[in-house]
């Protein structure tokens, strides 16, 4: 397994991104980003995106809902704003350029924490988990959804060989369920309360997690 990709790498490339993301990658995490959105709606409230990139997942979202989204590109949040400005989307309230590994939001201040295709490309992912469960109420929800290391078989053998290529993109293949699971155990504050794949293909896992009502001091 490659080490969790550095954060400047990441920059680097969706820097890259930023220009050509909405063509190449809107209609690639379509069903993901819905099934998420729609699972952040069932909870509604205050939202959190982290990774909200150039802001596609606002359409998926409706007055039930006030999204704040955060995101450590520039150039990426900064299509995220244009799109804002078209006025469209009264329930998107803030964007802001921020890491999620530090995030400058008071404890329990949202119902739910929502990162579409982030938490693999996140340099310590067991940390960024950790602030989002600090940031969302008792009792909130964190709805992750990713394409997730397939691990055995032929498909896990081709996300193995692609892994070392795929950081320089800003991509990563090979990032195991296990992970996020072994997280909330040891988080303790945490619970696993859904796994499944997104139909109608299942390449993309959504994982819900719910925050206890009282959390450990530290994680
Ligand atoms: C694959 S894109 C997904 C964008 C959007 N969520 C979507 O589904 O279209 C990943 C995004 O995560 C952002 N990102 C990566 N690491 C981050 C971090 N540590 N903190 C905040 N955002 C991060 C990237 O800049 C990029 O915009």
Known sequence: MLRDPATDVMEKAYARWAPIYDVLCGPVFLNGRRAAASAARDVGGLILEIGVGTGLSFDDYDASTEITGIDMSEPMIARARERLASGRYP?????????????????????????????????????????????????????????????????????????????????????????????????????????????????????????????????
């Open 91 to 219: 329930h998107v309230k803030e964007l802001a350029v921020m890491d999620a590994h530090n995030m400058r939001f008071p404890d329990a201040t949202f119902d739910c924490v929502v990162g579409q295709f982030v938490i693999t490309l996140v340099e310590d992912p067991e940390r960024v988990l950790s602030e989002c469960a600090r940031v969302v109420k008792p009792g909130g929800q964190i709805i992750l959804v990713n394409h997730l290391y397939s691990e055995r078989g032929l498909a896990a053998a081709v996300e193995r060989l692609l892994a070392q290529k795929a950081r320089k993109l800003g991509l990563r293949p090979e990032f195991p369920f296990a992970r996020l699971a072994a997280w909330a155990e040891s988080h303790g504050g945490a619970e696993l309360i859904e796994r499944r794949k997104v139909k109608p293909f299942g390449v993309y896992t959504l994982v819900r997690f719910r925050r206890g009502e009282r959390q450990r001091a530290a994680a």
